[in-house]
Each structure stands twice: as structure tokens, then as C-alpha cells.
């Protein structure tokens, strides 16, 4: 893949991302019961940079795309907690996913990453209460961030699997790579 090819695959993802996010801050929060919980769609292009380009290219595409949310919708609380959350989704999933594709199923990576996302929320919530009081939604939360990450899991397994762009980027990052996740779904 050529240098530009890369640039405009980060981009693009970005770009998807960032609508992604913007769209989901439109849609009144699906859950009464755990106060700003959302379904976090747009960790699917997280989950599809994770697995078709270097850490270093993904860890930029999160920034990117945090960043880009922010300025175009959110406030300095709404960048912190979507930082802390964000972070420790991609670093858990990075973790979990160096068990390899014997051990874990992307979509137990995306689990991973859901509910490592309500953690660092949960923590910075925390942290700006100066009470542990928060953590209590934490059982509700840590639910409904398993239940979405399966979906977005599921989505992101579909999509890695039927077009054939991403099993192209996937197939020429995992060249390089120590776990070859690509052959788990190739069709026979």
C-alpha cells in the first residue's frame, strides 16, 4: 500500500468515524436507567483500524477522530470522557487481542473494548466528582457495553469478512503481523 492509499484510508475512516459519532450525539439516550449511556457505533471503525493497519495508524485515527468530534460537537467534559473511554477501549483491545485468534473472536475483542469504555468513563466521572460513588453504575453500564460491543463486533466480523477493501488493507497489514486472523474466515 502506498503512502497515499494509507492517508486516504486513515482519512476516510476518520471521516466515517466522526459521522458516525456526530449522528449518535443526535439520538436521545436509549437508556433512562444509566444516565449518558450510549451504544458506542462508532467503535466499529475503531475495531476495523485495529485490525487492517499498525497501531501506530490506528492510535492516530482514535485521536483523530476524538478530536475532530470535539471540535465539531462536544465540549472540553464531552472530549474528556470520550478520551478516557476511548483510550482504554483501544489499549484493552489491543491486549485482548494479542491472545490471538485461537484464544478470542474479534467479537470478543469488541466486548473488551465496550466495556473498557464505561470503565475509563466511570473513572474520569469519578475522578471530577472526587467521589467513588460513581462506580455504582457500573454493573448497568458494563451490560449494556457488552451487549453493544458483541453487536458492533458482529458488524465489524461482517464487514471485515464482505468487503472486499477492508479484507484487502487486513490481508496487507497482516503480512506483518504475528496473528493471521484473515484465514479464520476465508471462504472456501
Known amino acids: 500500500m502506498s503512502r497515499l492509499q494509507k492517508n486516504i484510508y486513515i482519512s476516510l475512516l476518520v471521516a466515517q468515524g466522526v459521522v458516525i459519532g456526530l449522528v449518535e450525539n443526535m439520538i436521545p439516550y436509549p437508556f433512562a436507567f444509566a444516565p449518558g449511556a450510549k451504544l458506542g ?3 466499529l471503525i475503531t475495531i476495523i483500524a485495529i485490525f487492517t493497519m499498525p497501531k501506530r495508524d490506528s492510535f492516530l485515527l482514535v485521536w483523530m477522530r476524538l478530536i475532530l468530534t470535539t471540535l465539531l460537537g462536544g465540549t ?3 472530549f474528556l470522557y470520550s478520551m ?3 483510550l482504554l477501549s483501544y489499549f484493552g483491545m489491543l491486549l485482548v487481542k494479542q491472545l490471538g485468534p485461537k484464544r478470542v473472536s ?3 475483542i469488541s466486548a473488551t473494548g465496550g466495556f ?3 470503565v ?3 473513572v474520569t466521572a469519578s475522578w471530577i466528582a472526587q467521589s467513588w460513588a460513581v462506580m455504582l453504575y457500573l454493573p448497568i453500564l458494563s451490560v449494556i457495553g457488552l451487549l453493544s460491543g458483541i453487536a458492533i463486533g458482529i458488524a465489524a466480523n461482517y464487514l471485515l469478512i464482505h468487503v472486499q477493501t477492508l ?3 487486513q490481508l496487507d497489514y497482516e503480512k506483518n503481523s504475528r496473528h493471521k486472523w484473515s484465514i479464520l ?3 472456501k
Open 116 to 118: 473498557m469504555h464505561n
Open 76 to 78: 472540553i467534559s464531552t
Open 41 to 43: 457505533l462508532a467503535n
Open 120 to 122: 475509563g468513563q466511570l
Open 106 to 108: 474479534i467479537i470478543g
Open 185 to 187: 474466515y476465508s471462504k
Open 167 to 169: 479484507r484487502r488493507f
Open 84 to 86: 478516557s473511554g476511548a
